[in-house]
């Protein structure tokens, strides 16, 4: 399939790289593909950035059949554009189109769509430290009817926004609240797909947690809110005396590229990785025994955010005021590989 380009007329000005916030301001152009039964994915389209219109009665806004990606392209030293394994998201795509019933993409022309666009908008990859320009592929349900079934017409859509370094002030440990009450997935739900009901899911917990002066929220199993899940929008992982522990992938944790390269760094630097349960009351006696020595959250955002302390009901579990050395190693390995500071042994960054 061809990439129809279509380039604006009227270019709008580059904001200033060093006064970039998240997701407010995006760049001239974005990329459309439709979808129905008799053409599959068809028309896909570059073209200039602006509102889309709707009939009232679309699917998505009413029963929510919409997934998304989030990914980030870096300016690297040698004047090209690295993507960072890529290929994973689109996979990731096609796992969360599978569980709400949207018609799979051809990943490798999904990939191309990606690069395409990030191609014509070079210009607004921003190069001060620590920036990116994050990208957002998304699908949404576009039958203008009322009825609950699955949607015979779709759309993909690719944006553009360049995006402030997340840690200006260097990278520091945020205080997390862990939810006891709210829940964000159960086994058998859609916590592994990300679509967008399992965000609006989760914003009264967060909203909770930021009342009582807590930044993220530390999601606990959905069954018997006993184990360890995720933090925010993030994987989390616990050093407990030299074992790394993560929450395995079971359905309801969301499958993290991040979270991915960051198990396979450690087992190349030999520190002891499981994939297993982790329950508040291991944690909080690894605490009291002194051997919780570091926590952390991964994603795309934020690639490593450490944790400073837990508030799990009337406990708190005091982890680190500093960000400990592993964080540390992580942030710094993951970030240069990723912009390119660094050479990329595990094969994982796309140039173009
Ligand atoms: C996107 C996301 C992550 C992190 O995934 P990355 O691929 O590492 O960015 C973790 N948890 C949730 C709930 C997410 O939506």
């Known amino acids: 399939m061809n990439i129809n380009i279509q380039r604006t007329e009227k270019p709008r000005p580059k904001p200033d790289d060093s006064n970039l916030q998240f997701g407010k301001i995006f760049t001239d152009h974005m990329f459309v593909m439709d979808y129905n039964p008799e053409q599959g994915w068809h028309d896909a389209r570059i073209v200039p950035y602006g509102p889309l219109n709707y009939d009232p009665a679309t699917a998505v806004f009413h029963y929510g059949q919409a997934i ?12 090209s554009i690295q993507l960072f394994r890529p ?31 990030v191609d014509v908008d070079r210009d607004w990859v921003p190069q001060a430290e620590g920036t990116s320009l994050y990208i957002r592929p998304f699908i949404i349900a576009t039958d203008a009817f009322l009825g609950l079934r ?3 017409t779709y759309q993909f859509i690719i944006i553009l926004s360049p995006v402030a370094a997340y840690y200006p002030q260097g990278i520091n440990p945020v205080n997390i609240y862990v939810e006891t009450e709210y829940v964000r997935a159960v086994r058998g739900g859609t916590g592994y797909a990300k679509t967008a009901g399992n965000y609006a899911a ?30 925010g929008a993030m994987n989390v992982f616990f050093q407990i005396g030299d074992e790394v522990i993560t929450p395995p992938l079971e359905g309801s944790i969301l499958p993290g590229i991040t979270r991915e390269s960051v198990m396979e760094l450690l087992r190349s630097w030999n520190v002891q990785v499981s994939e297993r349960r982790l329950s508040m009351e291991e944690l909080s ?8 020595v570091e926590a ?15 508030c799990w009901g009337s406990e708190i579990i005091k982890i680190s005021e500093e960000t ?29």
Do not use: H
């Not at 952390?296 to 837990?310: H, N, R, W």
């Open 296 to 310: 952390f959250g991964t994603g795309t955002a934020a690639v490593i955010s450490p944790i400073g302390e837990l």
């Open 202 to 231: 989760s914003l009264k917990a967060q909203q909770k947690a930021a009342a009582k002066g807590y930044v993220q929220v530390l999601w606990l199993d959905g069954v018997e809110q006993k184990y360890v899940e995720e933090v």
């Open 87 to 117: 290929e994973e998201n689109m996979r990731r795509l096609n796992q969360s189109n599978d569980r709400i019933c949207i018609p799979p993409v051809d990943e490798g022309f999904a990939l191309e769509a990606v690069k395409t666009l």
């Open 150 to 152: 699955v949607s015979q």
């Open 68 to 79: 998304f990606e989030g990914m980030k392209a870096y300016a690297a030293p040698d004047g």
């Open 324 to 352: 400990g050395p592993l964080a540390k190693r992580l942030y710094s390995t993951l970030t240069g590989i990723q912009t390119g500071a660094e050479a990329d042994p595990f094969g994982w960054i796309v140039k173009l």
């Open 285 to 292: 006696q690894a605490y009291k025994d002194g051997q919780l």
